[in-house]
């Protein structure tokens, strides 16, 4: 049992790293790894990763780097469906068998990296101060072209729909969302991926604690495995945003993808055994 | 300035944690309150943020986000207020 926690600080630790580098709260990562390697039922696992990536998501939005990347206003509007669908789905999650939820989150692992793979090369920098980014547009300063970058949010209906998929998905199975939001913002909206996954990592404790409210207050939180998991994950968090600023975006994005996969299958076959 | 509150209050919480769960490994029965003290805080750093951003949108006029802002808010706090009405 205690050799146990000291697994899980490392995990996090793991966990906190690649989600702040990827933009995601690291719980596409935690929640398999608690329910399969430690052994967890899937509403504790996924009860435990939500209060990591709500501590997760505090330090990204409070690091000066981020804030700046990040677009306030889209990420209110997006958190004006993902907060709702979150809670409503947290309640619901409560009633699901675990094989069931095991596949849930398997397919949306595998949907999310084929989603990324057609869109690896895609870029959506437009290098014109004067351009007008609208309502909900934004800006912020690249350093590999030297120059502002200006986007304007496009297809808004699609980003509250997917706003409202993350945040169901967010209370189903116990992941930040961001993995949902940052692809569809970078792909189809017009948001360039740093821009987008700052945004995407500055609400997203929002969200997670909307999803993790109702599991804490059922007793599904055990408090030393949250402890252990949350150390590992501030710690794993900076090194993370170290690391972010030194890392090339197509490099990230393809470790995403194939981290992604071996989640996935892990998780479908595990889930087939019930 | 707000910020670096919040980000203080991460610490805190994260200061309570690790003080909980080495109280958990010595065996100590006050642990698990420690631990949950230090959830709970972390858990209102979120909700004290959507506070400060439906402050600063009303500030402004913002009419449109500041009714954005206020859903966001009722989907944090309705479950804890019924959680505290039912008298837990």
Known sequence: MTALVFVTVAA????????????????????????????LDYQSAAAVSLVTIIATSSITAASPQQRRLANLKLGMLMEAFSAPAALMAAYWAQSI?????????????????????????????????????????????EKESDAVVSYRVRRVPLACGASALAGLLSGLIGIGGGIVKVPVLNAWCGV???????????????????????????????????????????????LGIWLSARVHVKGLKLLMIAMLL???IVMLVKGARG | MIERTFRAA????????????????????RADAVMHAGLWLLIAVPI??????LVTWARARDWLFAALTLIVLGSLLVPLVRALAAGR
């Open chain 2, 48 to 53: 004290a943020r959507v506070l400060t951003a």
């Open chain 2, 10 to 29: 991460v610490w805190v919480a994260a200061a309570l944690l690790a003080l909980g769960l080495l109280l958990w490994l010595g065996g100590q029965a």
């Open chain 1, 192 to 238: 360039p991926m740093r821009a987008a996954a700052a945004t995407s990592a500055f609400m997203l404790g929002v969200t997670v604690v909307a999803s993790a409210i109702p599991y804490y207050l059922r007793g599904y939180l055990i408090p030393h495995f949250a402890a252990a998991t949350v150390l590992g994950v501030l710690a794993g968090g900076q």
């Open chain 1, 97 to 141: 068998s675990e094989p069931t939820l095991r596949k849930v989150f398997a397919f949306s692992a595998i949907g999310i990296a084929i989603i990324m793979l057609f869109r690896i090369n895609k870029r959506n920098i437009v290098i014109d101060p004067l351009f007008n980014p609208g309502l909900l547009g934004g800006h912020f300063y």
């Open chain 1, 12 to 39: 996090g630790a793991a966990a906190g790293c690649l989600g702040v580098m990827l933009g995601v709260g690291g719980g596409i990562f935690l929640v398999p790894f608690l329910n399969l390697v430690v052994g």
């Open chain 1, 262 to 264: 071996v989640v996935a």
